[in-house]
């Protein structure tokens, strides 16, 4: 039973006319620890019982059961719920200290099936710092969703088809140079697509070449597909060089181009109901009943639009994976287009338009300033990466330069910061990523975080004790409770987190618990050796592990020195 179900469990003996599911919901937690660790309110029982709140409080107390409680206390309307801080930080302590690693999950998902598609990058382009968000908000929620036991299948949908393609293709049928594509295969391929984009202008039958050579990319022409085969290899090289920095791994890397070879279904279903009406040559499905703009499924050429391969793909994955959830990391910008997928899916027939959803994010900026492919003005998410693990390198020689695997930890710092500085955000605020503020010791950092567990490690080293199987857990003292009563809402802090796809949860959980965890040190004697010493180290020990499981939340790593 936990802090709050008992204080649930202790309310429903004076209101029986309550469910104790129904009391649990009302309580909150006070802002200022001095009024108790848990509160109930009681403006609610105003209407029904016809009293002041204030009334109902001291009634209620009177017949609350109090056992196991240090007070329970009237404070005007709210009933104000001290726990017996000894043995309920005891608790919190074992029970992280049995099993670290399983520590905060809770059974939401009873391990049904979760898709879930994120980073998604375009074939023959680099990964920029656009990617960022997408990669690491989608294997943050991933991440959080498997400890609250779904199983997740994560999917890459490669961007490796449409009209963009053809674009390229065109670009390299004028300007393409084979062995300078082999020096160089992404840069040079990103060149070719911002030249023809750039000058498409002045030169519209640029655009119209692009179409042409799509149209024969669908229609099999031998040229489009060894092209299209080439630009696809050499891209997802380069695109796993990075997830390996990011350590993310995916299940499927079937992207657009598997999915336009089961368009026939969609189409064909979309038929059968009348849903597909004729639009100026097009093919359309009206969506005007859900107020949104119409559907376009087939263009006047006769080839098919990305929604056309999204219902396809919708179908794909129901049938292959089964899924309770499918979720899609995408920009905010495409709000609308999912509703559309969804409204598309029910006026089909499928009673699972509701299981798609849509987990949307907001810009990055660098240095205040939009990024864009199509410009020209990309900025490599992998040169990032490495500039960030060279900055850690450099401030960890001035920290520790006798540091013996500096070079992996300098990796573990790097990535970590530049990952941290992305999740700390809400997931639909615009980023603004500035490297220096980024790769930080101080401050709402990823480093910060980082060296608060190293700096447990280091207590722990010194004080020789790693077994806490027999020590006195009520002995850490009352200076530990606001510290410890933090690490026992680490699994409220995960429902959360899970419940909303928000893996700021996390990020602003672990940098306040490094937080505390510091002003302890700063304020505690922690290797006195004293009766209650084996107590404090345990607590270092629950603090470091948390703050390990919450970093690898995050996909971020935890050294065990910095």
Do not use: C
Not at 2 to 25: G, H, R
Not at 86 to 114: C, F, M, R, W
Not at 519 to 547: F, G, M, N, W
């Amino acid at each position: 039973m936990s802090d709050k179900q008992q204080v649930a469990a202790a309310l429903a003996q004076a209101l029986p006319e309550m469910d104790v599911k129904e009391i649990e919901a009302k309580i909150e937690r006070p802002k200022d620890s001095s009024n108790g660790d848990y509160a109930f309110p009681t403006f609610f029982l105003a209407k029904t019982l016809h009293k002041a709140p204030q009334m109902i409080a001291s009634e209620l107390v009177e017949r609350v059961d109090q056992d196991g409680f240090e007070k329970v206390v009237v404070a005007g309307p709210y009933i104000n719920f001290f726990l017996d801080k000894a043995q309920v930080g005891a608790k919190i302590l074992q029970t992280i200290l049995a099993d670290p690693e399983h520590y905060g999950e809770i059974d939401l998902g009873h391990q049904s099936n979760v898709t879930i598609d994120y980073s998604s990058p375009n074939i023959a382009k680099p990964m920029g710092m656009g990617h960022l968000r997408s990669t690491m908000i989608g294997e943050a929620v991933a991440r959080i969703l498997e400890k609250v036991n779904y199983n997740l299948i994560r999917i890459d949908y490669l961007g490796d088809w449409g009209t963009q393609f053809g674009k390229l293709m065109a670009a390299y049928e004028m300007w393409g140079d084979e062995a300078e594509v082999k020096k160089d295969p992404i840069n040079t391929l990103l060149k070719y697509y911002v030249r023809i984009n750039n000058e498409a202008d002045e030169h519209p039958e640029y655009t119209e070449a692009g179409r042409d050579w799509f149209a024969k990319l669908e229609h099999g022409d031998e040229e489009a597909w060894r092209l299209w085969h080439w630009f696809r290899e050499v891209s997802l090289e380069r695109f796993q060089r990075v997830y390996k920095m990011l350590d993310v791994n995916f299940d499927s890397f079937n992207g657009e181009a598997f999915s336009a070879q089961k368009m026939e279904e969609p189409i064909q279903l979309l038929r059968d109901k009348n849903l597909l009406k004729p639009s100026r040559g097009a093919e359309i499905v009206d969506l005007d009943e859900y107020n949104l703009p119409p559907l376009l499924i087939i263009k006047s050429n006769g080839t098919t639009t990305y929604i056309t391969r999204d219902l396809a793909t919708a179908l794909f994955r129901k049938r292959m994976y089964g899924h309770a959830k499918s979720l899609y990391v995408v920009g905010a910008e495409q709000e609308t287009y999912f509703k559309q997928l969804r409204a598309a899916l029910k006026e089909m027939g499928f009673n699972w338009w509701d299981q798609i959803e849509h987990i949307s994010f907001g810009l990055m900026n660098l240095n205040g300033k939009k990024m864009s492919t199509r410009k020209g003005n990309v900025v490599s998410l992998e040169d990032v990466l490495n500039d960030s693990i060279d900055l850690a390198r450099k401030q960890i020689a001035e920290k520790n330069p006798d540091l013996e695997n500096a070079d992996e930890v300098a990796k573990e710092v790097g990535v970590g910061a530049v990952i941290f500085h992305d999740l700390k955000n809400y997931r639909r605020n615009t980023v603004n990523f500035k490297l220096e503020d980024v790769v930080k010791f101080e401050g709402e950092t990823g480093p910060y975080v980082q060296y608060a567990r190293a700096r447990a490690e280091s207590i722990l080293r010194k004080g020789g004790i790693r077994d806490f199987s027999d020590v006195d857990l009520t002995n850490a003292g009352a200076e530990a409770w606001e510290l410890i009563s933090f690490l026992g809402q680490y699994s409220e802090a995960i429902k959360r987190a899970a419940l909303n796809y928000d893996p700021s949860v996390i990020a602003k959980y672990a940098l306040e618990l490094a937080k505390k965890f510091n002003q302890y040190y700063a304020h505690t004697r922690i290797l006195d050796k004293d009766e209650a010493q084996p107590a404090r180290l345990a607590l270092t020990q629950a603090v470091s592990d948390v703050l390990k499981s919450a970093l690898n939340l995050l996909d971020i790593k935890a050294p065990d020195e910095m």
